[in-house]
């Protein structure tokens, strides 16, 4: 999304669509030390789920279902590939529309 390893202060916001049961995930290397700061709001559809992951690893950090909207701050412990995700998990015939501000700063 911002490219390889961000220095300094980085910020997008977006509005996306997840169609039914996908997802859509942002993957940034963050270094060590950084914070990644995401807000997001449903605004139609329901059912969302919402995830952060550290690649290689399976294991979700924030892991957040049926919540319409949330704010995570998290401190990144080491140089990683991470993956900010939104789902639609259950829904099988509407969209989600997500509004989602995503920083990252050192």
Request: proline share 5%; charged share 20%; hydrophobic share 40%.
């Amino acid at each position: 999304m911002f490219g390889e390893i961000m220095p300094g202060y980085v910020s997008q916001r977006l509005t996306v669509v997840i169609e039914p049961r996908s997802d859509i995930c942002f993957i940034e290397k963050l270094r060590a030390g950084s914070v990644l700061y995401v807000t997001y709001q449903e605004l139609t559809g329901g059912d969302l789920t919402f995830f952060i992951k550290q690649t290689p690893f399976h294991q979700p950090y924030h892991l957040r279902r049926l919540e319409p909207r949330g704010e995570i701050n998290m401190n990144i412990l080491e140089v990683a590939e991470y993956k900010v995700c939104f789902a639609s998990t259950r829904i099988r015939v509407s969209n989600i529309r997500v509004s989602t501000f995503i920083n990252i700063y050192d």
